[in-house]
């Protein structure tokens, strides 16, 4: 185990900030980075230490770094190159990011080269995960992982982190969550619909609300929907009904297709969301709704 409570963190959005935090109050000594300046004032209000350079990162942190990067997918390779010169032989690289799995398994590669290690980490449970405890998918060496895992258990919610296998099985991993995540969402948003449109007059917040309290399909989603609906159910012409999507989608319909294994519940709902910019509806709308409760995505028009 690496006993050293010290990591950097590349990216102060919504998740990296909270996971920010949540270390912090757990004893970590945190370092923040964010390339625009906005993200790092909001860190510095709560009271993380921010650099305002790559370089001033590294030199704030003690070897063996760990530094943690949690940006888009696709700016992982220009952070990488950006950071890589204040980068030595020993430290660790952990990238959060959505990223595609063959990326991974190719970053993985070319850090080695040059002697440094890499584990991808895909992170489930959003903004609020990040902030109170997250589930955590860990691909790479395993000795590596094995140093780091206080790290991800501090990070996690009880029981929220695995090691699941070598460079790239962790984003593959959360590649498939993500899949199966869009078939829940699009059987829970049409059967919605069909309570709205039913000749009975049934209240679906009530009817979310119920489905919450012990019912074969009480989940988290559910429990989102249910909560969704009594925030925003007053709201609902502004919502969008057309559905956006970060590729995780259709990596994981691709990635079936050259397995040739057939999951058309993931195909269906992944298609939905293609022909939603064309045909919006109210199923489109619980399911930006349902996007926006639990990854903080846009849902407005």
């Given at each position: ?195 709205k449109e039913s000749d009975f007059e049934v209240n679906i917040k009530e009817v979310a609300d119920l489905y919450s309290h012990g019912s074969v399909v009480e989940s988290r989603l559910v429990s989102l929907l249910s909560k969704g609906l009594k925030d925003y ?69």
């Amino acid at each position: 185990m690496n006993n050293k409570k010290e990591i950097g963190i590349i990216g102060l959005g919504k998740m990296g900030i909270n996971m920010a935090e949540r270390l912090s109050n757990r004893g970590y000594r945190v370092v923040g980075y964010n390339r625009s300046e906005e993200p790092r004032l909001e860190a510095k209000k709560r009271g993380m230490e921010v650099v305002s350079s790559l370089e001033d990162l590294s030199s704030a942190l003690s070897a063996p770094r760990v530094v943690w990067t949690m940006v888009s997918n696709d700016a992982v390779d220009k952070v990488l190159e950006e950071i890589l010169p204040y980068l030595s032989e020993g430290d660790t690289v952990i990238d959060g990011a959505n990223a595609f799995y063959k990326d991974s398994v190719r970053r993985a590669n070319e850090l080695k080269v040059r002697k440094i290690n890499f584990l991808d980490a895909g992170f489930s449970g959003g903004p609020s995960g990040a902030l109170n405890g997250a589930c955590i998918m860990v691909g790479g060496e395993k000795d590596i992982f094995e140093k780091n895992e206080d790290l991800f258990r501090e990070l996690s919610v009880p029981e929220g982190y695995r090691y699941v296998g070598h460079s790239g099985a962790g984003h593959f991993v959360k590649m498939v969550h993500n899949g199966i995540e869009y078939g829940m969402m699009q059987s829970i948003a049409e059967g919605f619909t069909l309570i709205k449109e039913s000749d009975f007059e049934v209240n679906i917040k009530e009817v979310a609300d119920l489905y919450s309290h012990g019912s074969v399909v009480e989940s988290r989603l559910v429990s989102l929907l249910s909560k969704g609906l009594k925030d925003y159910g007053d709201q609902i012409d502004l919502i969008s009904g057309v559905v956006n999507h970060s590729g995780m989608g259709e990596w994981t319909v691709g990635y079936a297709e050259e397995k040739g294994t057939a999951i058309p519940a993931i195909k269906s709902a992944y298609q939905f969301r293609l022909d939603s910019k064309e045909n919006p509806s109210f199923t489109g709308k619980l399911l930006s709704l349902l996007r926006n409760m639990f990854g903080g995505h846009d849902m407005k028009k």
